[in-house]
């Protein structure tokens, strides 16, 4: 069973910095694309960066230069790198595991306010 738990969220201003993690269970790590999604109420959620199995990283345009994702698969664990972060970088962030099919975290708050 493929398990998935972030970390990491938070309240932060404008401008800062946050870290998020996602510890990966059940699978052959390094097989899989895992990504960061976000989404705010009322929107459908969006993608924000990829990273495939195959070592290369995609990103959405609005976070690109500012963002950055990264992956050890020693440890089972994909991390999102957030920088000058905006007050619309507000949303529940979730981890994905893609593999034939999709899987989900629970989602961390992240919250871009002064």
């Known amino acids: 069973q493929v398990q998935l738990v972030e970390s990491g969220g938070g309240l932060v201003q404008p401008g800062g910095s946050l870290r998020l993690s996602c510890v990966a269970g059940g699978i052959t790590f390094s097989f899989w694309d895992m990504g960061w999604y976000r989404q705010v109420p009322g929107k459908q959620r969006e993608v924000v960066a990829v990273?495939?199995?195959?070592?290369?990283?995609n990103y959405s345009d609005f976070v690109k230069g500012r963002f950055t994702i990264s992956r050890d698969n020693a440890k089972n664990t994909v991390y999102l790198q957030m920088d000058n972060l905006k007050p619309e970088d507000t949303a529940v962030y979730y981890c994905?595991?893609?593999?034939?099919?999709?899987?989900w975290g629970q989602g961390t708050q992240v919250t871009v306010s002064s």
């Open positions: 994905n595991a893609y593999w034939l099919a999709s899987h």
């Open positions: 990273s495939t199995s195959d070592g290369s990283t």
